[in-house]
């Protein structure tokens, strides 16, 4: 008997093996695009454009042909995946509550691609947006991983010298891969979205080799900020992403910059997104959301 089950389990570890090596395969072979829903377009117009072989989106409201401010929105998605249809739906909510232009770029995604390859996108998508628009009318947003490839295009622009946007909104962002705070272990117990072990590989496979995974890039928790301005950060206590947003906030205000943080106690990960808490804390953080855009 003891024989028999040993035999089963070996063969369920060789199976989940082989789909795990697969599943590295295909992600590794594929170019992950994302592609938006038919639904956005009931009140939202969508225009799709190339940018350096890659997909911009960008979405208007059918009402608002042009635009006050325009958002240039970074998807989360742990570098890995596109953006999701909560994503789209948040977007077109953001949109027509506030009149404003989104543009969202489908920018390289881990493994088959690395931080480099983001870089070598979002930094002359930025200058060209910013060619044609005044930064002080350029919001810069994320959510998640989205959030910390916001922070490091700022951290990269400003080495540049180039101009910040207006304002930088920075949702649940994920601002250091390596997730070596001592915090995150008793946050995780509250998570019920992010696992740290599985952020981790992401991590690293965004980074190319563990080495880089300190790379301001990669972890912009690492980065100079003395010159960026106008940031809020908006987190929730049930996300293990969240004890880091305190160790930027110290670093930063010993380079003499203010970052505002919007702390819910009851939300989890990228929660007014993902709606995964109390709807009453999803709104009352979307609502501040608005207000944070406006």
Same mark, same amino acid.
């Given at each position: 008997m003891a024989k028999k089950v040993l035999k089963v389990t070996l063969k369920l570890i060789v199976i989940i093996l082989l789909a795990s090596i697969m599943l590295l395969a295909y992600y590794m072979i594929a170019d992950i695009e994302t592609k938006p829903p038919r639904e956005i =377009?009931?009140?939202c117009e969508l225009e799709t454009k190339k940018f350096? &072989?890659?997909n911009l989106f *960008?979405? +208007?409201h059918k009402e608002h042909k042009n635009p006050d !401010? +325009? *958002?240039?929105?970074?998807? &989360? &998605?742990?570098y890995v995946a596109e953006a999701t249809k909560e994503h789209w739906q948040f977007i077109e909510r953001m949109v027509e509550d506030t009149g404003y232009r989104v543009i969202l770029p489908d920018y390289p995604l881990t $493994? !088959?691609?690395?931080? !480099?390859?983001v870089f070598a996108m979002m930094v002359p998508l930025y200058k060209e947006? /910013?060619? #044609? *628009? #005044? $930064? =002080?009318?350029?919001?810069?947003m994320g959510d998640s991983a989205g959030g910390g490839l916001s922070l490091a295009l700022l951290e990269r622009l400003s080495k540049d010298n180039k101009e910040m946007p207006g304002k930088t909104i920075l949702i649940s962002p994920w601002l250091d891969v390596r997730l070596t705070n001592p915090k995150i272990d008793e946050v995780q117990k509250r998570d019920k979205e992010l696992n740290? =072990? /599985?952020? !981790? *590989?992401?991590g690293i496979a965004y980074a190319g080799k563990e080495e880089e995974t300190g790379n301001y890039l990669v972890s912009p928790i690492e980065g100079d900020l003395s010159k960026l301005k106008n940031i809020t950060i908006f987190t929730g206590k049930n996300d293990i992403l969240n004890p880091d947003v305190y160790v930027l906030n110290e670093r930063a205000k010993k380079v003499g910059v203010n970052i505002e943080i919007k702390e819910y106690e009851e939300a989890g990960h990228i929660w007014i997104i993902?709606? #995964?808490? =109390?709807?009453k804390v999803v709104e009352e953080g979307y609502k501040d959301l608005i207000k944070a855009i406006k």
């Open positions: =377009e009931n009140i350096i &072989g890659r *960008i979405v +208007t !401010k +325009t *958002i240039l929105y970074c998807h &989360g &998605g742990s $493994p !088959k691609y690395t931080y !480099k390859d947006i /910013t060619d #044609n *628009i #005044n $930064p =002080e009318d350029l919001i810069l740290k =072990e /599985t952020l !981790k *590989i992401a993902n709606q #995964n808490s =109390e709807s």
